[in-house]
């Protein structure tokens, strides 16, 4: 590991400040992501700004009645707390499905959403790629690539993004609060990460110098109907294979509102407009249901090893809507409770 400063910042203003004083710096939270890239000489920091003494651990409610998320709210609090738990079960969700519960002590909210990319040629410095070193190549487009992406890349990357909390957060219409020089700015989660482009190597809107601190959950989809699905090789601490993230509301009999997140399928937590448009005012069935996937992933482009991606986040995105979809109890028979009772709480696998 090369040599590098240590500044630890004790207001937003001198965090800044130290950012800038030291071009190539990196914000240092709970690490869990940045020290392993600064281990394999992907990340060589001139200095790390140290931000954990910063007062943003909180979770706030607002007058309006959204939900403020201090950047340094560590995953394991997060998940745990009342207010996501039940106003926000995706969310919970999400974060309990990733890494092991010793990182989720330790990684942060802001720190999450700043992973980057579990690509392995990103994280082997011998190997070509344009994330890592613009203009190198990709060397996982002839090589393994099949955990990678199937939508929205292009011919300078195909990677995709590790987040489940990310998926959650673009489903929920979530925004993310930004400080920098300029003051405070927000944007909307679903747009907070970047498709690669020409500029792979940028995974995020951030500006140079500015730092994440808060997520904003909206009152509009508090204590509406959510889950989150993920598929991976094991039954914990993997990344997904695919994943889905849905928000749901019938009313009078129709889908009322919608969000619907896809993970693990492109450079970006991928909301999925075109199904959500094409469900607005429709019937809850899972004949819809199907349609809307379909419509939404048709722009696919499976690579030589991943086309299985595509019917397994169709299957994800269909079975979490129709298990989302509000039923008439009735009185268990003979043959036991009704299949939308029994076994409603699905594993994480």
């Known amino acids: 590991m090369e040599s590098f400063a ?17 071009p190539g710096a990196r914000y240092l939270g709970g690490g869990t992501n940045l020290v392993d890239l600064m281990k394999l000489g992907v990340e060589r920091p001139s200095a790390l700004v140290d931000v954990t003494r910063l007062p943003l651990d909180g979770v706030t409610e607002l007058p309006d009645g959204s939900l403020r998320i201090g950047a340094l709210v560590r995953n394991s609090d997060l998940a745990a707390h009342p207010r996501v738990r039940d106003g926000y079960p995706v969310l919970s969700q999400a974060v309990l499905a ?4 010793q990182l989720r002590n330790a990684a942060t909210t802001g720190g999450n959403l700043l992973q980057r990319t579990r690509c392995p040629y990103f994280q082997d410095v011998s190997k070509p790629c344009n994330k890592r070193e613009p203009g190198s190549g990709c060397a996982a487009r002839d090589g393994a690539h099949r955990d990678h992406a199937v939508l929205g890349y292009s011919e300078q990357c195909i990677a995709t993004h590790p987040s489940d909390m990310a998926v959650a957060l673009a489903a929920l219409d979530a ?21 690669p482009g020409e500029e792979p190597q940028r995974d995020t809107v951030i500006e140079p110098g500015e730092l994440v601190t808060a997520v904003l959950l909206p009152a509009a989809t508090a204590g509406l109907p959510s889950a989150y699905r993920k598929a991976r090789d094991r039954a914990s601490y993997a990344f997904a294979l695919a994943s889905v993230a849905v928000v749901l509301e019938v009313a009078d009999g129709v889908v009322a509102q919608v969000g619907i997140a896809f993970g693990a399928l492109a450079h970006r937590p991928w909301r999925a407009r075109r199904a959500e448009e094409a469900l607005l005012g429709a019937a809850p069935t899972r004949a819809a249901f199907e349609r809307a996937a379909e419509l939404e992933l048709a722009e696919a482009r499976p690579l030589r090893d991943n086309a299985y991606k595509v019917p397994l986040a169709r299957n994800l995105a269909v079975d979490v809507l129709t298990r989302l979809v509000p039923h008439e109890p009735r009185e268990p028979g003979p043959e036991g409770p009704p299949p939308h009772e029994a076994g409603s709480q699905e594993e994480d696998s």
């Open 6 to 22: 240590y500044v630890r910042a004790g207001s937003l203003a001198e965090a800044a400040e130290a950012f800038a004083a030291h």
């Open 98 to 101: 990733g890494a092991s519960g």
């Open 175 to 195: 925004e993310v609060e930004l400080y920098g020089t300029a003051g405070v700015r927000r944007v909307a989660a679903a747009e907070f990460h970047r498709l």
